[in-house]
């Protein structure tokens, strides 16, 4: 049986370096979705336009990776 909390969906907000001046080649803020079973990440959104948002403070960090990866509860 699976726990309460699996349920609860996980979220990854993936910031990228978006201009020239920082060498980027990224274009804003990917949002996943983190299947709590089997930990694959859905691709839903692509925010566009924001300028260089390498980190996205949202809420409590659970999880960072490199080079710029925050998943959030």
Not at 7 to 23: L, M, Q
Not at 42 to 49: A, S, Y
Request: glycine letters at 12%; a positive charge.
């Amino acid at each position: 049986m699976r726990s309460p909390t699996a349920f609860v969906p996980k979220f990854a907000y993936v910031g990228s370096y978006t201009s020239k001046e920082r060498n980027g080649h990224g274009e804003g803020i990917n949002v996943y979705q983190i299947d709590a079973g089997t930990g694959n990440w859905t691709h839903l959104q692509l925010l566009k336009g924001i300028v260089n948002p390498s980190l996205v403070p949202t809420g409590q960090v659970v999880k960072a990776g490199s080079p710029c990866t925050i998943v959030f509860r």
